[in-house]
């Protein structure tokens, strides 16, 4: 069974003082989230990550469509007991300290009252909040709201989490401690939904993205499947500074570093780099398929969808 | 699936406690001791009435003041700050949510008027020096104007829910000048003809009527209190919250929180 069945979600506002216009901020959406996958949402400000997001948690109300969630039809209430939810940016109440905002939080969730404390105290340790009994949330740095964030969102064990760009705010040791909670859930058997434009950190951790722009889905699918379709090149790497002439005439991309020559070239040539490399008595130290990165493949759609966009206006 | 309304309440009941809101029972006592040594040095006999008009109102227009400026911001500011986001996001219907907010300021008002009547009664007992029997009057007097609280409050998060917090609040502040002149407004209506007698009439019966919660001039010259008066008010009052909130709520259901 799918966690997140989006069935043509659609959103449009009406936006203007005196006279209204329609603004599409989400074309019909479909899209499905396996359950115990971590499925990234990736696109640009503005795409339309955001709006979905708050689709599905109920905060705005779609044009068009529907969603199920876990089973359920996503406006069922028994829905969010069981889903845990990082707003972008999230800004809480700063007249609480962060114990008494997870009690409350748990009380809303219905996490008993026995197993809560309990429960509050495991949570902070995990997002590395330690030491913050007593301190209001407004002495609270960015970094350490993301991190109570994220701790809500856990608190009461939920099946499926949403967290829109949760690595905002904080550090490399945050992003890589936040990155590790993600892997966590998963092997929890949970499955995790996360927005985010910041690509590296979809591409170490995702097992399906979508991409979004403009309010509609580009594309979806594995990472492997999306970022293998431009294969085709290898990257070779010898030891000195040398580049024999022969590799030259093939095309190849050199780049000499220290006591390393890097170069990269179409696949078809590999064998002939290698014969070169042993007649020069130059030693290999790795050849490497090249797979473009999440962030190429991004660019790229996005630029496409542009391009096409922008001949289909032009052609009007 | 239970009903998130307490730990709302008592969630906004925190929050104006920590915002130090109480601290307007400073203002209060400040202005209730100053006045007390004053009429006791400058009044001859009416000390009494003096001390328990002055009381009464203070503790009606302090609470109303922190009825508007609390209730104009309980829903807006939720939106506006984005924590409304992570409560909605639970198994917290929209309705809780403001019928939670709504009894949160309705007990932070009661319990301010609470330790202000402990001060109006000090401040009684040190200008005439004994309780009568008729001092029990001013509890009814206490009792209405909680119940004008719950009216203020309802309006204050109805125009909260739909509207700027500005605006909300010359909304409610102008309600409720409109509503304690109703009589007026009532008599007017009676008088006038045609549309403007119809006019009047909507207007005179759509504004909170809060003449009919102003007995303080009556107790402080120990006039009791009809029995019919205390069960018509809070009826009116309870049916009046009531509407407001169910108005409140109807918006908030279908609002995008952008």
Redesign the interface.
Known sequence: MPSIEILGLEKTYQVGFWRKRPKQALRPLHLQVEDGEIFGFLGPNGAGKTTTLKLLMGLIFPTSGSARILGREWTDPAVKAQIGFLPEQPYFYDYLTAHELLEYYGQLSGVPGKHRRHRIEQVLHQVGLRDVQGVHLRKFSKGMLQRVGIAQAILHDPKLVFFDEPMSGLDPMGRREVRDLMEQLKREGKTVFFSTHILSDAEALCDRVAIIHKGEVLRAGAVDDLTSSVRGKVEVIWQGAQIPASIKALGAECHVTADKVRAILDEKHQDAVIDALRRERLRLVSVTPVRTSLETYFVEKLRHAETTAGSMAGGV | ??S?IP??AS?TF??AV??RVLYNLIAFALLLSGAAILVGQISIEIEKLVVINLGLTAVSLFGVVIAIFIGIGLVSKEIE?????????????RWEFIVGKFFGLAGTLTVNTFFMAIGVFAALFYVSHRFVRADALIFVALYFIILEFLIVCSLSLLFSSFSSPLLSAVFAFSLFVIGSFSADLRNFAAMAHGVSRWLATGAAYLVPNFSAFNVITSIAHEQPVAGQLILQNTLYALFYAAMALSGAVLIFE?R???
């Open positions: 699936m239970k998130s730990h709302i969630n925190r929050e920590r915002d700050k984005r924590t409304l986001y992570t409560v909605l996001s639970r198994p917290v219907r279908y995008d929180l952008k």
